[in-house]
């Protein structure tokens, strides 16, 4: 069995082969024709057969399209919304207005950044309490102008820091909770990469939550969990695997509505695919819900929430 | 352990177990100390005035009008929705628990009153796995909101409790937003809800139900907080100041409404009561 860094060596070697063909005119086609063919059953055998904790990293992939990119892709007019009208303005989670297939719709997204200087700015994508409380106030506009709650869902967690800590972030989290239990315009959560715990939920509350197949969702990472649980880094795989953090799995679970197929490699290997297909899905789910009355449609998330959880009943004595 | 069989369910009575010994020493001022002198005294050095640990069945009792207590906890208990096993099976682990603490969860529901006002009352109880909230708490929790609403009377959740119950994976995570959406019921109700967090309230509990308390009562000595020390130290390697995620940092913070005493703690929940609620 390859792993990825085979399969990205292969392909390396392949475009050596192309590029001497080129150059030196010796025909080399049908060599190469044979290695791409192999490659590509090496790589379709690969993406098979992911472990959960691969998964991770697909979701974890430097190369992984973000949500500006989505928003770039999927959305016209994207204007971007900024501060929280208390602290300052989070630039690991932006809201802004824009149109999805021409209908207005309010964006909530998790940013990370691609190089060290931007994740400077961006935190790796987690976001603080004037992150989550910039998200509250574009949840309060777009209720009070019947927009739709678009939310992209990308963070390792919310920002473990003294900072953070000090501006009530577990409250800012457990606020926001609150709001989209009851706010009055349809939801849409898609998880694009990681959905990382608390900070994941605290724009993920939903009538409908789909996510990438190569993306998690957790209620905290397989490192976190091998260190609370097994007390060993090493256990950081048998975490991924026990927690159940794969979309297809959590589609099993029932507490996701989708899982978006990926192309093979994950996302970024054919971004534009992707952002389709996504896009897609958000029009066909926000028809779906858009056209119940909201009284109906709070009902169904009250009760989607309601009924989460799994337990045993016993006959009462 | 026999008294978990299904079928089977145990309820929580205040009735006091009895006890082997009669002394005990202060882990604070090392002062050799008079067992029912200190459960008496709520729990706290009668030498000292360090505050010991309190399970749920004593705080209770520390805080309730003497015969109002009603276990009305739901008859469940933790399923393994995932299979879990990390270094035991998670049911062993839960079974060890109700066997250590001698409840069925980590949560007790009862009703009760508070200087003559019916309340519903949810306590954790922080020895059964940390006082996590998994599925059964989450639905205890959701629950005990609704028969206050039914009862029409307020809701009091006393939090100790670590965050999520990580062997139960998603579910757990979405017990916070469950919580979250029936608290909004309660507000719609217009009943209060009075949220006292003491040591420790953290994480995904502190980041949902017990942050959202019409008005929020620390405990002195609490811990307050969302991510752990040593998860900020091992991420960002960020100097903690020394009263970091205490109640007073909390309350310096703006997170709660006040800081009260152990034994002042009946006091103040039947004093805010009374502002909304006439005592019957």
């Known amino acids: 069995m390859s792993d990825e860094k085979t399969l990205d060596l292969l392909e390396a070697k392949i475009q050596e082969l192309r590029e001497l063909n080129k150059k030196d005119g010796i025909d080399l086609s049908n060599e190469i024709l044979r290695l791409e063919t192999k490659l590509e059953s090496l790589r379709a055998e690969f993406y098979a057969n992911l472990s959960d904790w691969e998964r991770v990293k697909i979701a974890r992939h430097p190369k992984r399209p973000y949500a500006l990119d989505y928003l770039e892709a999927m959305f016209t007019d994207f204007y971007e919304l900024h501060g929280d009208r208390l602290v300052g303005d989070d630039r690991a989670l932006l809201v802004g207005l824009a149109r999805l297939d021409g209908q207005p719709v309010a964006v909530l997204a998790q940013q990370k950044g691609r190089s060290t200087e931007e994740n400077k700015e961006r935190l790796f994508g987690m976001a603080r309490p004037q992150g989550y409380r910039k998200a509250r106030r574009a949840m309060a506009l777009a209720e009070r102008f019947s927009f739709p709650v678009v939310s992209l869902i990308d963070t390792p967690g919310a920002y473990p820091g003294l900072e953070a800590e000090a501006g009530n972030i577990g409250g800012a989290i457990a606020e926001n909770l609150l709001a989209m239990a009851r706010l009055r315009v349809p939801i849409v959560a898609a998880v694009i990469g990681e959905g990382g715990s608390g900070g994941a939920l605290a724009i993920g509350v939903a009538d409908r939550v789909v996510m990438l197949e190569n993306s998690i969702y957790s209620v905290i990472s397989p490192e976190g969990a091998a260190a609370i649980l097994w007390k060993e880094k090493e256990k950081t795989q048998e975490a991924a695997r026990s927690l159940n953090l794969t979309a297809p799995r959590l589609l099993e679970l029932g507490v996701i509505d989708e899982v978006l197929p990926e192309p093979p490699g994950g996302a970024h290997r054919d971004f534009q695919r992707m952002a389709g297909l996504l896009k897609q899905s958000l029009v066909r789910h926000l028809a779906e819900i858009g056209t119940l009355p909201i009284a109906d449609l709070l009902a169904a998330r009250y009760r989607r929430y309601r009924s989460a959880g799994r337990y045993r009943t016993l006959s009462d004595r | ?280």
């Open chain 2, 1 to 280: 352990m026999a008294i978990f069989k299904d079928r089977n369910y145990l309820r929580v009575n205040l009735d006091k177990d009895a006890d082997e010994s009669l002394w005990m020493r202060c882990k604070s001022c090392g002062e050799l100390v008079f067992k029912r002198r200190v459960r008496e005294n709520s729990n706290i050095c009668p030498h000292c005035g360090e505050y010991f640990f309190l399970t749920a069945r004593e705080r209770i009792e520390s805080l309730i009008d003497e015969g109002t207590f009603k276990d009305i906890s739901k008859p469940i208990v933790d399923a393994d929705p995932l299979g879990f096993q990390d270094t035991k099976p998670y049911l062993q682990r839960v079974a060890e628990a109700q066997e250590a603490t001698g409840l069925p969860s980590a949560i007790i529901i009862a009703s009760a009153a508070v200087a003559g006002i019916p309340i519903v009352l949810g306590v954790m109880d922080f020895r059964f796995i940390g006082g996590s909230m998994g599925s059964v708490m989450g639905e205890q929790i959701s629950y005990a909101m609704e028969e206050a609403i039914g009862r029409r009377c307020p809701f009091v959740l006393i939090s100790s409790s670590g965050g999520a119950r990580i062997q139960e994976g998603i579910f757990s995570l979405l017990q916070m937003a469950k919580t979250a959406a029936v608290r909004a019921c309660l507000a719609e109700e217009r009943l209060p809800f009075i949220s006292i967090m003491t040591y420790p309230t953290t994480a995904g509990v502190q980041a949902s139900i017990a942050s959202l308390g019409d008005v929020i009562i620390a405990e002195k000595g609490a811990m307050i907080g969302f991510a752990g020390p040593r998860v900020i130290q091992n991420t960002i390697s960020e100097q903690l100041p020394a009263n970091y995620q205490t109640d007073s940092f909390a309350y310096q913070h703006g997170f709660i409404d006040r800081v009260a005493n152990r034994e002042d703690l009946r006091q103040e929940l039947g004093k805010i009561l009374g502002f909304f609620v006439e005592a019957r």
